[in-house]
């Protein structure tokens, strides 16, 4: 069983930083990409960043050049610094990831999508 699990989300003046940590547990070999996500009320869910399988990143124009992506191999954690922050960033963020995970007692692996439950930001003016 894998589970993901999101942490570090607070509550921060505008201007400030936080970073958020995304850490897969259980029998997992390897995050092969992850993306986070924010949904903050009444918006639908957006990509704000993200990690591809060749450990590429990617953000939104919305956080190009404030947030930053990183990752922890040996714990098998992403990481997502996030500078000079704005009220419009206060929202839900959740880290999807691609993880292969293998199972003790058939000796195999699978690779399968999870989501974590989320942790809330939120930045005040």
């Known amino acids: 069983q894998v589970r993901l699990v999101e942490s570090g989300g607070g509550l921060v003046q505008a201007g400030g930083s936080l970073r958020l940590s995304c850490e897969a547990s259980?029998?997992?070999?390897?995050?092969?990409?992850l993306d986070w996500y924010r949904q903050s009320p009444g918006k639908q869910r957006e990509l704000v960043a993200g990690?591809?399988?060749?450990?590429?990143?990617y953000y939104s124009d919305s956080v190009r050049g404030r947030f930053t992506l990183s990752r922890d191999s040996a714990k098998n954690a992403v990481y997502l610094e996030m500078n000079t922050l704005k009220p419009e960033d206060t929202a839900v963020y959740y880290c999807?990831?691609?993880?292969?995970?293998?199972?003790?007692?058939?000796?195999?692996?699978?690779?399968?999508?999870?989501w974590g439950q989320g942790t809330q930001v939120t930045v005040t003016s």
């Open positions: 999807n990831a691609d993880v292969t995970s293998y199972s003790t007692g058939t000796f195999s692996s699978s690779i399968d999508q999870y």
């Open positions: 259980g029998n997992v070999f390897k995050i092969n990409s």
């Open positions: 990690l591809d399988s060749g450990g590429h990143t």
